[in-house]
């Protein structure tokens, strides 16, 4: 049984930074590509950004290139979404996600793609 918890949300200023940590327990954590998604009340879940189980692959939402980057700490099981120059349209319950992968380069964007999720954490950014 894989788990996920995430950590790191909270109330930030328009500008501000966030770090996001989403640690994986249960299985390998190498062989998982991960994804991060966000959701507010009223709207599906969005994807934000997705990493490789190698971590050379990334891949971002269009509203938050430049500004997010989704990074994994094999050694600890853990992968990262650091958040800068937040505005108030990211508000949202952050989730990461996890899937097993066959191949080192492969990224996955929608939700139905992953197998395990985490609890979500509340990141709000006020104006």
């Known amino acids: 049984q894989v788990q996920l918890a995430e950590s790191g949300g909270g109330l930030v200023q328009a500008g501000g930074s966030l770090r996001l940590a989403c640690v994986v327990s249960?299985?390998?954590?190498?062989?998982?590509?991960m994804g991060w998604f966000r959701q507010v009340p009223g709207k599906e879940r969005e994807f934000v950004a997705a990493?490789?189980?190698?971590?050379?692959?990334?891949h971002y939402v269009g509203s938050v290139k430049g500004r997010f980057t989704i990074s994994r700490d094999n050694a600890k099981n853990t992968v990262f979404l650091q958040m800068n120059s937040l505005k108030p349209e990211d508000t949202a319950v952050y989730y990461c996600?996890?899937?097993?992968?066959?191949?080192?380069?492969?990224?996955?964007?929608?939700?139905?793609?992953?197998?395990?999720w985490g609890q979500g954490t509340q990141v709000t950014v006020s104006s």
């Open positions: 996600a996890a899937v097993a992968a066959a191949l080192n380069f492969i990224v996955k964007f929608t939700p139905g793609d992953y197998e395990y």
């Open positions: 990493l490789s189980r190698s971590g050379a692959i990334t």
């Open positions: 249960g299985q390998t954590f190498s062989r998982y590509a």
